[in-house]
């Protein structure tokens, strides 16, 4: 079974930086796609970014392009997402994903396998 695993998660104040990883232990994160999702309270679950297998391709929601990187290291068998100029609209539950392809990232059904998730909450 995959069980990916995010860390990372914190409070920061607006305009501060965080950097959120996703692994897995006993599978090859470079077999898959991985996207990282949010849920805030009361909202629904929302894509962030996505990475495809070997880093080729990425993808950004546009709340958040300029300010986020996704990236990864498949000999670490990891996949980081940076968060700079982080807003309070960024507080949120964040997850990661192992899917097949990035071609319909934002689409939560196309992932296979999800993370417990880890808190970000952006506020003075």
């Known amino acids: 079974q995959v069980q990916p695993v995010e860390s990372g998660g914190g409070l920061v104040q607006p305009g501060g930086s965080l950097r959120l990883s996703c692994t897995a232990s006993?599978?090859?994160?470079?077999?898959?796609?991985i996207g990282w999702f949010r849920q805030a309270p009361g909202k629904e679950r929302e894509g962030v970014s996505c990475?495809?297998?070997?880093?080729?391709?990425?993808e950004y929601a546009e709340s958040v392009k300029g300010r986020f990187t996704i990236s990864r290291d498949n000999a670490k068998n990891t996949v980081d997402l940076q968060m700079n100029s982080l807003e309070p609209d960024d507080t949120a539950i964040y997850y990661c994903a192992t899917g097949a392809r990035c071609s319909r990232w934002f689409v939560a059904r196309e992932y296979d396998y999800w993370g417990q998730g880890t808190q970000v909450t952006v506020s003075s």
């Open positions: 990475i495809n297998f070997n880093g080729g391709i990425t």
């Open positions: 006993g599978v090859t994160l470079g077999h898959y796609a």
